[in-house]
């Protein structure tokens, strides 16, 4: 089956400006999250939705960054404002549940000029 | 503040040799420790992960030690291959934050022929 879907998968855009990301998350997966990936590091965990709410929101680092998932299914990140060091991969995974195991998506290469 | 230090940030091996990689971590609620495998334009994937209630666990080539006293584990790969040739990254989760991962910063390995 299809795995967690991101798109797109690179977006260039001009620091002010406002962006969406899209993540698809596998089917009856009802965890979905949103990491960020800067170059060289590790992800960094920014908010965790089960079903339409968000579970845990404290790795948002400021008030630009929004994520819904009004379904339950497909969820978007939304940053207003972008500045350049928002520059990062957006990583998007979900799990069955609270399955430990997470499947991620192929991420968002997000590059602010 | 950095929860989980991995080392080291590079290493190469030679084919059929063992990699061996190492985290250490400060937060003593941490329940769960997953080692992700990623290549160049991808996600993350799981690779294996082990609970603090045990001190190793193997699957495959692919086997993790856990020093729960010393709060230090690591992932050993043996028999080495060209296609193990990846970034690793250690995570920790806190037990009762759902799936919120902390990850390391990361070893680039490069098996070579």
């Known amino acids: 089956g299809a795995g967690v879907s991101q798109t797109p998968s690179n977006k260039v855009t001009e620091k002010g400006k406002y962006v969406e990301l899209r993540c698809d998350p596998i089917?009856?997966?009802?965890?979905l999250y949103w990491y960020r990936q800067s170059l060289g590091q590790g992800p960094e965990f920014l908010i965790y939705?089960?079903?339409?709410?968000?579970?845990?929101d404290s790795g948002l680092p400021n008030d630009r960054f929004f994520a819904v998932r009004p379904e339950g299914s497909v969820s978007t990140l939304k940053i207003q404002r972008t500045e350049r060091g928002d520059s990062a991969v957006y990583l998007c995974?979900?799990?069955?549940?609270?399955?430990?195991?997470?499947?991620f998506g192929s991420g968002t290469q997000l590059s602010v000029l | 503040q950095q929860q989980v230090k991995q080392s080291p940030q590079s290493l190469i091996v030679q084919k059929g040799g063992i990699s061996i990689i190492n985290c250490a971590y400060e937060?003593?609620?941490?329940?769960?420790f997953p080692w992700y495998q990623q290549f160049p334009g991808k996600g993350p994937a799981l690779l294996i992960a082990?609970?603090?209630?045990?001190s190793e666990k193997k699957e495959g080539r692919f086997t993790i030690s856990f020093n729960k006293s010393a709060k230090q584990f690591s992932l050993h790969i043996m028999d080495s291959q060209p296609g193990d040739s990846a970034t690793y990254f250690c995570?920790?989760?806190?037990?009762?934050?759902?799936?919120?991962?902390?990850f390391g910063t990361g070893t680039q390995l490069k098996v070579e022929l």
């Open positions: 939705f089960q079903g339409t709410g968000a579970a845990d």
């Open positions: 937060n003593t609620a941490f329940d769960y």
């Open positions: 995570a920790a989760r806190r037990k009762g934050g759902g799936n919120k991962l902390t």
């Open positions: 089917s009856g997966h009802t965890a």
């Open positions: 082990i609970r603090p209630d045990v």
């Open positions: 995974a979900s799990s069955f549940r609270d399955g430990e195991k997470l499947f």
